[in-house]
């Protein structure tokens, strides 16, 4: 029923997204937990300026990148970008699990700040742009209920999953899952390609 009312790039969009969202819902409630117990010298505030840095980093990028691509007709510069964004979104969880101070968090959280500003406006743009006329409203609530469920899954899982096997074993699993969400979104590389060659009306 899920590939039955919506087309191929809308469906892979969401379900990259689903993995990517699945993947860092597994820390979310307890990265907390992580900072204090495994970086040493980090404190609640160390954990609450990570998550500033990583914020204020994609909220800083976000719209000069996103601007760029706007200026840029064809839709393979809103691909790279979205896919390049992923990349150093994937790696993070990686990264983590060599932090030993909070400088090190801090810097992850910067890349992930640069992952999530590259990747967010080639999503949207992608997302925006193939999108079923009159399923406006199904297919964004689509993305949101999927990605919200994935979430609350995941949240559900993290703790117990940390508990069982190390933050070492969850990270590298979260790393792994993220991996899946850029293949998926990489699935889209030739269908991105021959729609620009094949001049789509829908483009930029």
């Known amino acids: 029923m899920f590939s039955i009312f919506i087309n191929k790039v809308i469906r892979v969009l969401v379900m990259g997204d689903i993995m990517f969202f699945s993947a860092f819902g597994l820390i979310g409630p307890i990265f907390a937990v992580f900072v204090t117990q495994q970086i ?3 404190t609640i505030a160390t954990a609450g300026f990570a998550a ?3 914020l204020l980093t994609r909220a800083l990028l976000q719209m000069p990148i996103a601007r760029y691509i706007d200026r840029h ?3 393979k510069d809103d691909f790279l970008f979205m896919v390049a964004g992923s990349v150093l979104i994937s790696i993070v969880p990686f990264v983590y699990l060599f932090i030993t101070t909070p400088t090190h968090l801090y810097i992850a959280q910067v890349i992930l700040g640069i992952g999530g500003a590259l990747a967010n406006p080639g999503w949207y ?3 925006t742009r193939h999108i079923d006329k009159e399923k406006e409203g ?7 209920v999927g990605i ?3 979430s609350a899954g995941a949240a559900a899982l993290g703790g117990i999953m940390a508990e ?3 933050f070492q074993n969850l990270f590298l699993i979260v790393g792994v899952l993220s991996l899946v969400g850029l293949i998926i979104q990489i699935s889209l590389y030739s269908t991105v390609i021959e729609l620009d060659h094949g001049g789509n009306p829908e483009k930029k």
């Open 164 to 166: 069982r096997f190390g």
């Open 148 to 150: 919200g469920l994935a």
């Open 73 to 75: 007709k064809g839709e």
């Open 52 to 54: 500033t840095i990583n």
């Open 138 to 144: 199904t297919e964004w609530t689509l993305e949101n």
């Open 40 to 42: 040493t010298g980090a």
């Open 125 to 127: 743009a992608i997302f």
